[in-house]
């Protein structure tokens, strides 16, 4: 039941390199930087959240304001429960490695994740595995995407750190390993370890 729990969305568009998936409830998206995870069994595909959107079911076809004589936000959806099936709630996903017979791989998987595949939340314990090696970093340091890359990295780490007890000596061995990764872009590593701070 805890992994029914942790199940956020389903796949609905997938690539080598990531997937999107729409969520199960509005506004249920995981947030900025999570670690989630799909699966093709025996394979299980980890990646990182770096986008959410919620739009109109209907291509083309946006929302309108419809607050003005509401008391509140809440009121909007009460008074329109129609709305809650009109719209849909998407976070698009980088793939960032894989587990292959309980063997876990830094890396891209051989194959894209499979459309309708259940994409779950990692629990603390599994971050924590999948942490264990920072090598992940250097896919978020070359990956071409729509948003802030240094956020992205930073985001992850800060979603990171909360699956260890000692959350400063995570953030400090990850520092260590952007400090090599970025020798040569001293004012991105800056950015960066501003950020994972917070």
């Not at 970093?137 to 800060?158: K, T, Y």
């Not at 979603?159 to 007890?165: R, S």
């Amino acid at each position: 039941m805890a992994e029914l729990a942790d199940r956020v969305g389903e796949v609905i568009e997938a690539s080598t390199t990531g997937f999107v998936a729409q969520c199960y409830e509005l506004y249920q998206s995981p947030p900025l930087g999570s670690l989630v995870k799909t699966r093709d069994l025996p394979v299980e595909l980890y990646g990182i959240v770096y986008n959410a959107t919620t739009t109109s079911l209907e291509p083309g076809r946006r929302p309108i304001a419809r607050g003005k004589d509401e008391a509140s936000e809440e009121e909007i959806y009460r008074s329109s429960p129609q709305l809650l099936k009109l719209l849909r709630s998407e976070f698009s996903t980088l793939v960032v490695g894989h587990k292959d017979d309980d063997k876990l791989y830094h890396y891209l998987p051989p194959k894209p994740a499979r459309i309708h595949g259940f994409v779950y939340l990692c629990p603390p314990e599994e971050v924590k595995e999948f942490s264990q090696s920072f090598d992940f970093l250097n896919i978020l340091i070359n990956a071409h995407l729509p948003v802030s890359l240094d956020e992205l990295i930073a985001a992850s780490l800060r979603q990171m750190c909360q699956a260890y007890e000692d959350r400063h000596s995570f953030l400090v061995a990850a520092g260590k390993e952007l400090a090599i990764l970025l020798s040569g872009d001293f004012n991105q590593l800056k950015a960066i370890l501003g950020r994972i701070k917070g």
